[in-house]
């Protein structure tokens, strides 16, 4: 599916902290929008990094001694770098560190594998504690073969976020996900609230953005549908969507979303992440 970034701006919220913006009939069902805490991402040129090290591509910053990682055969590329200290506090993640995010250059799925999208074998996310010297390891350029089109600092903005369609929902014992609008009882009424959801994504641009916590974008359903393993990863780590101005070019219109358990992100253990590309 082709979609392109909208001007994104806050959702609103009233005086109890429900989404405004939504129909009299959706009233009853505002509990199925459970808001979260986000940090939406923004890019400039790598001019504006400074002393910053939150950034898109580019040189890693690496302890001494520690080399780039590399995949089954090839070096990986850095897809981005979050400094932890830079962005605006959320609950469960860490206050500091800085967590890196690795690519396959070289290969058309960017070292994502459906099959096994939590073995990291084409691709790497590699977490550095605030107590680890760190320093550039190498010229701040981008390989070639990266989703990027230049090296690009990332500043943050904390917000609320709501769930798309494909995340309002529960894991049934059976081990499916069931939309919650696919339950009522009145199929057309499931359609409505459905295409309000829809619409609130549409008119905020929050769904498909660059962000780090809050919910993640899966156009094309759930991944738990093809992988009932994905349903465990239930924190959005990073979202990086094909951006405005090709700064993020997955295909054209892909994004791509790692995720992680939340046992595992309070642990500080990033080798089990769930890498997605979404198309």
């Known amino acids: ?38 940090a939406f991402l923004s890019f400039g040129d790598a001019a504006s990094l400074g002393n910053r090290r939150s950034k898109l591509g580019g040189a890693a910053h690496l302890p001494s001694g520690h080399e780039a990682p590399v995949g089954d055969a090839r070096p990986l590329g850095l897809f981005a770098q979050i400094d932890f200290a830079e962005m605006p506090a959320l609950p469960d993640f860490p206050a500091d560190g800085v967590l890196q995010v690795w690519v396959d250059p070289d290969d058309e799925m960017f ?25 550039p390891s190498g010229d701040d350029v981008v390989p070639a073969g990266m989703p990027l089109s230049a090296v690009h600092s ?86 990086l969507p094909s951006h405005h101005g090709s700064t993020v070019s997955i295909w054209g219109s892909g994004t791509a979303n790692f995720m992680i358990t939340r046992d595992d992100l309070l642990a500080r253990d990033f080798s089990n992440v769930w890498y997605w590309l979404d198309h």
């Not at 609103?12 to 986000?38: C, I, N, Q």
């Not at 070292?111 to 010297?133: M, R, W």
């Open 111 to 135: 070292g994502h594998d459906e099959d096994s999208a939590a073995e990291q074998k084409n691709f790497k996310v590699l977490y550095f504690s605030a107590d680890q010297e760190l320093a």
């Open 1 to 38: 599916m082709f979609r392109t970034m909208t001007e994104r701006k806050p959702f609103d919220f009233d005086a109890d902290g429900k989404p405004t913006g939504l129909s009299d009939e959706f009233a009853p069902h505002l509990g199925l929008l459970a808001p979260r805490p986000v």
């Open 154 to 239: 990332i500043s943050f903005s904390a917000e609320q976020d709501l769930p798309g369609v494909a995340m309002i929902g529960e894991l049934q014992p059976s081990g499916r996900w069931q939309r919650s609008f696919a339950a009522f009882d009145d199929g057309d009424l499931g359609c409505r609230l459905e295409d309000e959801v829809f619409a609130l994504h549409d008119r905020t641009g929050n769904e498909n953005a660059p962000k780090i916590g809050g919910y993640p974008c899966f156009f094309n359903g759930h991944p738990g549908e093809r992988s009932s393993a994905a349903y465990a990863f239930d924190r959005l780590l990073l979202q």
